[in-house]
């Protein structure tokens, strides 16, 4: 039985997670949200709720002790100083195991005419995934990275990967599809350390998203 702290856990991605986690495997969850009120119906005895602030590295160390899976869904301007708090915090309490989301994009992987449109539409906001991913890899953590393509809520579970030095695929990907990566990751230890992937579903190649 595994210990996953989920960061972010009100994140739409992290909703996915925990249904997954709690009903496909037999973790212990710590769900760590600044805000505790909006997790309803977690009445579960493999789940405990937290309220912090990732930038509160008091708290965020306290929530890492006895973790054997640390999965990071943040966002936001200082995303740079959250990556900083989860390595130090992760490093004061010994946790190795750490998957963080990001964004596509962040090293102009994506080519062609779905490259240029990602970057008109949200190239502004990529530089705080970009530092907040160079400064996990350069720790000693045995991290995941995952750069998700455009996110659907549709209910299916269909991905592909690609590795950092490859040209993204695709431009779409259901949160379920990631969540049950992280899952997949968060029980297998060994699968996929310090590794930077690209994820989207296959066979969505074109100048945007469908959707959009």
């Known amino acids: 039985m595994s210990n996953v702290l989920i960061l972010g856990a009100n ?27 909006r997790l309803k119906n977690m009445e579960s005895n ?3 709720v937290i309220q912090g602030d990732v930038l509160d590295i008091e708290t965020l160390k306290e929530a890492m002790i006895g973790q054997d899976v640390v999965y990071a869904n943040l966002a936001g301007d200082d995303l740079e100083q959250q990556a900083k708090n989860i390595v130090e915090a992760m490093e004061a309490t010994g946790v190795k195991r750490l998957i963080f989301i990001s964004s ?5 992987e994506i080519p062609g005419e779905f490259g240029e449109w990602n970057k008109r539409t949200i190239g502004q906001y990529l530089g705080p995934y970009r530092k907040a991913a160079d400064i996990i890899e350069a720790s000693d953590l045995d991290y995941t ?10 209910d299916e579970i269909d991905y592909e990967i690609t590795q950092k030095n490859e040209p993204f695929k695709g431009t779409e990907v259901s949160r379920k599809s ?3 990566l992280v899952v997949k990751l968060a029980q297998s230890p060994e ?22």
């Open 46 to 48: 493999r789940v405990r």
């Open 178 to 180: 990631v969540a049950a």
């Open 11 to 37: 994140g739409r991605i992290a909703r996915y997670a925990i249904d997954l986690f709690l009903n496909e495997t037999d973790a212990q969850l710590t769900l760590y949200l600044r805000n505790a009120g």
């Open 145 to 154: 990275i995952l750069r998700p393509a455009w996110l659907t809520d549709y």
């Open 104 to 108: 596509l994009g962040i090293y102009d």
């Open 191 to 212: 699968l996929e350390v310090r590794r930077n992937l690209g994820v989207n579903k296959p066979n969505t190649d074109g100048p945007k998203p469908a959707f959009y």
